[in-house]
């Protein structure tokens, strides 16, 4: 059992009209350091506020060069277009792709987001929602649609297992230290200040050993245990303080 915190990386949002100079940036950075991070790719980007510079061609091929040095690529959804206000299994906020929707509609939504990355001969390995929100459908839809077993999200000390699914919690937008556990930093590249950039290579630089990526998650079966229940209703009720 590995003693003490251990921590993977995310990058949300990856599209043909990112921020390309901060991607950019940020990928430097981490092959610097060779960390290999979960990457949350949208299929098929419909959502005007991610429409930061003309698309590129070559994106699709920027992709299989992340799936090539072994980042994790993500489902990031289909289309990052925000359809209810519902806040589904894990309720961060209360907009979603998925959730609320019914099963044949998100099974369409995932088949056509599969087929896209099949298209450009990539398999994503890991579901990565649109906000956080998804519903038991979505799992469903994904079990029927691809071959996903993992899910990139859930407020946990360590990876739970639910709805037989495989859970890395997400739990984190910036480095913090801890004393244990496996954590997620979610970041957004295409917002990302220089601020955030110093601030990012800081920690990693500081702490580069307890950096981790996909291959050395240690996955368990077991279900979130009480404390983790307690944790997640906690961290659920700051959430819709904060949204008030």
């Known amino acids: 059992m590995t003693i003490g915190p251990r921590y993977l990386i995310r990058l949300d949002d990856a599209c043909p009209t990112i921020h390309w100079e901060r991607w950019q940036r940020v990928a430097a950075l981490l092959d610097n350091y060779d960390i290999r991070p979960i990457v949350g790719v949208i299929p098929d980007n419909k959502d005007d506020t991610l429409q930061i510079d003309p698309p590129r061609s070559e994106f699709w091929t920027v992709v299989t060069e992340w799936q090539r040095?072994?980042?994790?690529?993500?489902?990031?959804g289909y289309q990052h277009r925000y359809l209810t206000q519902e806040g589904g299994l894990v309720p961060v906020g209360r907009?979603?792709?998925?959730?609320?929707?019914?099963l044949q509609v998100q099974q369409k939504k995932i088949r056509?987001?599969?087929?896209?990355?099949?298209?450009?001969?990539?398999?994503?390995?890991?579901?990565?929602?649109?906000?956080?929100?998804?519903?038991?459908?979505?799992?469903?839809?994904?079990?029927?649609e691809t071959d996903i077993e993992l899910v990139s999200d859930g407020i946990a000390l360590n990876c739970?297992?639910?709805?037989g699914f495989h859970w890395i919690p997400q739990q984190m937008w910036r480095f913090r230290r801890m004393p244990f556990g496996t954590y997620t930093i979610c970041l957004h590249p295409n917002k990302m200040s220089e601020r955030a950039f110093q601030q990012l290579e800081q920690d990693i630089s500081k702490n580069r050993r307890l950096f981790i990526d996909l291959s050395e998650v240690q996955f368990s079966t077991r279900p979130k245990n009480s404390f983790e229940k307690i944790l997640t209703k906690a961290f659920m009720l700051r959430a819709s303080m904060i949204r008030k």
């Open 112 to 144: 056509n987001a599969w087929r896209i990355f099949q298209s450009h001969h990539l398999k994503p390995r890991i579901w990565v929602a649109p906000g956080h929100s998804f519903d038991s459908n979505t799992l469903v839809a994904l079990k029927r």
């Open 69 to 76: 040095k072994n980042w994790t690529i993500g489902l990031h």
């Open 95 to 102: 907009k979603s792709e998925f959730a609320g929707l019914d």
């Open 160 to 163: 739970f297992m639910n709805d």
